[in-house]
């Protein structure tokens, strides 16, 4: 075991170069960005909108025409652990959708549906607002499946005309505006890190 940034390592006599120091941003990421670092289509990626000296790399994926919370961060590790479906972080998103929800159809949203890739299931529903031709709903995940916000509310009937995603576990999007990032403070990352903390008994990855 060594500590690269209390132990000086050296192979064959030669020292290591120092290790990156690590980095962790919160993005909102405005609709139109892909997340990605480039795109050999040519649209804009979210690592347009962030310092490019340190190359930062997505915590897993916003669809092109989502908005929201994303981490970029150059801790690989941690990223892995972020993204496993054993620590069912939870996503909290906000989808506008077509139609009237009712209050009375919550228990179905809350029952879960069977996509084609399997069970859907929030881990929460509140209904924000209910119109006659649109509603908002809350809705928390535990899982990064492809479109499945999107494809959730479709199988209940309710297509999804705007999503955003307002956390992404302890980091909240707060005041961060379309296309804004900021460093987590000291507490968020703790606050990660703590989230994915092996419990007891379970073996580390
Ligand atoms: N669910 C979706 O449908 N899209 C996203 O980008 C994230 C969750």
Not at 9 to 37: F, Q, S
Not at 79 to 100: D, F, I, N, S, W
Request: proline share 8%; hydrophobic share 40%.
């Amino acid at each position: 075991m060594a500590d690269p940034e209390l132990d000086a390592i050296t192979v064959d006599g030669r020292a290591l170069p120092p290790a990156e120091a690590k980095r962790y941003m919160l993005l909102n990421k405005p609709r139109g960005y892909v997340t990605t670092l480039s795109d050999p289509q040519g649209r804009p990626v979210v690592a347009d909108l962030v310092e490019r000296a340190v190359r930062l790399y997505p915590v897993g994926r916003l669809d092109w025409d989502v908005e929201g919370a994303l981490l970029l961060t150059n801790d690989g590790p941690l990223t892995h652990r972020l993204l496993h479906p054993r620590y069912a972080l939870p996503r909290v998103y906000e989808a506008q959708v077509e139609g009237k929800v009712a209050q009375s159809d919550l228990d179905r949203w809350r029952r879960g549906v069977t996509l084609d890739d399997g069970p859907a299931k929030p881990l929460n529903v509140e209904l924000e607002r209910a119109g006659p031709r649109e509603s908002r709903v809350r809705l928390t995940f535990v899982e990064g499946r492809k479109h499945e916000v999107k494809r959730f509310c479709e199988a209940l009937g309710h297509r999804v005309r705007a999503l955003r995603r307002i956390s992404f576990g302890p980091v909240a999007l707060g005041a961060l505006r379309p296309g804004q990032s900021r460093p987590l403070t000291a507490r968020e990352v703790g606050a990660l890190r703590a989230a994915v903390a092996a419990q007891p008994g379970q073996r580390r990855t």
